[in-house]
Structure formats: structure tokens, C-alpha cells
């Protein structure tokens, strides 16, 4: 997971650039998303949208070093959810599309 300024350029460069590299194999944009945080002591609220990249965890360390030199803010969200279950034919799909080392 990944949350971006709610700006579609950046969006689609760091989409289209993990997808081309086969470091992803899906990536869900979901809109309108609102993030609440602390930054340097005070309160912050933006407007942001949230990446689901859907990849396998030895791919993790070039999906985040991808992220970091794409993505505008200084420290960018990189979370990782283990998938615990799947439907068979998606899970062998992902396989399929994704970088093999």
C-alpha cells in the first residue's frame, strides 16, 4: 500500500513504471481518500490517493526503492499485507506477470 498526493501524473508514472518493470502485478487506485497525520509537531489533513500494489514479498525491496525515487514526499507510505488466501487462478496470474527474481 502506498498513499500519493492527490495528483494523477504522479499516479500513473510510478503505476506505469512498476508495472513495466514487472515489480507489480495489479495496482488498485482508490480515489478520495483522506489521510490525518503528524508532521513536524503539528496536525496535518490532506487529500491523498491510496495504491494497492499487488506484488510477492522478494519483490518488496525494488517495489520500495522504486517508490522512494518516484515519489514526491520525503518519507512515502510503503505497508505490506501479507495475503493469506487467494482464488487459485489470480494467485497463479500474479505469478505469471511478475518478475522472477
Known sequence: MCTTP???SIVLNLTKTLLHHK???CITLLHEVRSFYYWDNALKEKD???LLI???SSLK???LNTIQQLHPYKIP???VLPIIDGESNYLSWMQSVLRKH
Open 6 to 8: 492527490n495528483d494523477m
Open 23 to 25: 515489480l507489480a502485478a
Open 48 to 50: 491523498e490517493l491510496q
Open 54 to 56: 499487488k506484488t510477492r
Open 61 to 63: 525491496e525494488a517495489v
Open 77 to 79: 507510505e510503503f505497508l
